[in-house]
């Protein structure tokens, strides 16, 4: 062994020593800060020189507004917050139709936005140290569209959020190519939900080696995996984790989530003229469901949104029309609730099919609406497993992109189906990733592998330490998020 192996090598027994000296599997007190990997993005983006507006979008109570401002309050002298949802936005409002007033034939106004912004803000100061927050932007497709002048007129820094950004790709919002840096806030991971619930069995999560088991902290791999199954149920959004935190209750943690949910219904509702149910949402909801709970057998209708659209008919109600359907489904996706898996066909990687199969976006949603189902227990963690690996495949495809494709894809081959399959972008590696709730076998991936289709195979499971064998890599389901491509 290598004087650095040694070292970790010790570093995980001191870890494994701590951990056995507690009491509890978890405790301490609730933390002030959920810590969250996008900051360090958020810390880029302000030394990058090209001087682009910030666009962070993500879905509803993610904790774009805490992080924002909480960065924003660390790294610049001066900050403007503006929330065009509320009385902020209508004085902002009134200050910029007045900035920018002009009676044809008079003076026009020299630098319109500045003024808009000092009559709102008088202490306002135009430099870098001086960063303007507009939250909510798809409330005025008027500010929208003056992003370019925003990041190009201006030397303090911009960022623009919201909820509901799916509303600019209305004809009256219009884009601005070239001015604007995107970045996507997610719920929180099962990494950050673990830093949170317990910081030593953190620390152990990111020194336990990989593939390879240590067989020194049995006990550790018992209470990741216990963290990992509570982190399915409850999921990542903050207000949830913070209740959960707080009382150690799924119940209590669920009662949260479900007061997000309907806080989202209500609001989505404001942004349709042509849908008067609210409960067309959670006919969606249970159908993507019923759809993923029976995906085995394969979907009758070639596309997810054909086939949401017959069962939400069927089921729910025959005089929703697929058009408003499918809007519906649109929206979902642009709000960050639900996300699509591709499809690839006998693992012919030009022959791609977007849109084949449909997760949700945080596990604690999926874990809600698929114990409605009335589904097994088992059928129901298998597939919030299958959801879990979907997200971390997608957050893998933002930039700078780890993997190929426009959204993750799984696999048929030779009349089977392989759960998932992943194409580095550095090195062109290809992986055939199955994920197993228990010790079966994935016999279309090992024929997939074995006919030279992939360079691995990778078996994601719930009860195992890992393991390699030749191009056959084994891993808990946890540490899906240390593993490196």
Known sequence: MTAGGELAADRRKRNCVRLRQRKTAVGGAVPMYLKR???????????????STLEVNGARQTGKTYIINKFA?????????????DLSGKQF?????KATEWVPGSRRPEFPLHEAVRLYEPS????????????????????????????????????????YLGRVLEPEFHYASGDITKLRIYTLSFEEFLEALDGELYQAWRSLPLPEADDNCPEVYDRLRLAYDQYCQI??????????????????????????????????????????????????FLSICRTLLREKKGLEEDSVSEELQKLVTKNYSSNLSKETCNRAISWLYHSGIIGFCGKIIEMDFLDFKPGRRCFFMDPGVAAYYLNRVGTTEAAVNGTLNENYV???????????????FEMPAFATYKGGEIDYVVQTIRGHRRYLVEVKSGKGKAATALKALEAGKADYL?????????????KIFTLPLYMLERFEF
């Open 390 to 404: 979907f997200i971390n495949l997608l957050k893998r495809q933002d930039f700078p992109e780890e993997i190929t």
């Open 124 to 163: 306002f100061q135009d430099c870098e140290d001086t960063v303007i927050i507009i939250d909510e932007i798809q409330e005025s497709s008027e500010i929208y569209n003056r992003i370019r002048e925003f990041t190009r007129q201006f030397q303090a820094r911009f960022i623009i959020t919201g909820s």
């Open 93 to 97: 409002m009134e200050c910029y139709q």
């Open 235 to 284: 999921g990542g959004y903050p207000k949830v984790v913070e209740a959960y935190l707080e009382r150690r209750d799924i119940l209590a943690a669920r009662k949260e989530l479900v007061r997000i949910i309907q806080i989202f219904l209500e609001e989505s509702m404001r942004y349709f003229k042509d849908i008067t149910d609210i409960s067309v949402f959670t006919n969606i």
């Open 458 to 470: 990778l078996y994601l499971k719930g009860n195992t330490k890992g393991g390699r064998e030749g």
């Open 37 to 51: 990997k996008i900051y360090d993005r958020l810390v880029e983006w302000k030394n990058d020189k090209s001087h």
């Open 73 to 85: 309050d660390e790294n610049f002298k001066h900050k403007i917050y503006i929330n065009l949802f």
